[in-house]
């Protein structure tokens, strides 16, 4: 299995460049436990490059940072993903859309 995403800025009309973007999976007693990190290019999108198992994911999305380099004041410090996974075999993409009071998800092809 493997993960991407595209992150896009509704409120600029463009692809989120520079948002940091981290996968994690769901480990022993509710933890998480870190599988990659990085941030979208300037396309918006990151890739990441780990193969994974069925389980449960977690995407996380820095906003507050991204929208602060923008000197936009923004309601979501952080945007989290949860999503669980059966095929190992597959690829999931997981775009966002995002506004600084805002955001829709779904599962992408």
Known sequence: MT???HVLDASAGRPAAGVAVSLSVAGPAGSWVLVGS???DRD???RFEAATEPGTYRLAFGTEAYFAAR???AFYPEVTITFTVADPGAHFHVPLLLSPFAYSTYRGS
């Open 44 to 46: 918006g999108r990151h």
């Open 38 to 40: 990085g941030e979208t």
């Open 3 to 5: 993960v991407s995403t």
């Open 71 to 73: 000197a936009v004041a």
